[in-house]
């Protein structure tokens, strides 16, 4: 099993800039790739960027592709999301989320660890 924990969400002003951790604790050895999701009040959960662990590939999705850089740190068994620019829209609980095996990354992956969530607010 791999345990996931996420931190960094808050309230910032539209504009502004979060950055969003996710530590993987257990068998962090069998993490194949990470991604973040997230999902506002009333719609559905949404893909945001995701990382291959080990190629350090990355993918986004359309939203936030220029705006939010995911990253992964081999050590201290963490992923990164950093959101610059955010804007209102981006309001969510924020989803970390690990893959078991490959080859597919990204949006329509299988994901089977899910952490709590984090809340982002950006105001207007």
């Known amino acids: 099993q791999v345990q996931l924990v996420e931190s960094g969400g808050g309230l910032v002003q539209a504009g502004g800039s979060l950055r969003l951790s996710c530590a993987a604790s257990g068998r962090t050895f069998s993490i194949y790739a990470m991604g973040w999701f997230r999902q506002a009040p009333g719609k559905e959960r949404e893909f945001g960027a995701a990382?291959?662990?080990?190629?350090?590939?990355?993918y986004y999705a359309d939203s936030v592709k220029g705006r939010f850089t995911i990253s992964r740190d081999y050590a201290k068994n963490t992923a990164y999301l950093q959101m610059n620019s955010l804007k209102p829209e981006d309001s969510a609980v924020y989803y970390c989320a690990a893959i078991r095996r490959g080859p597919l990354v990204g949006p329509d992956a299988e994901y089977d660890y899910w952490g709590q969530g984090t809340q982002v607010t950006v105001s207007s």
């Open positions: 990382i291959s662990w080990y190629e350090g590939s990355t």
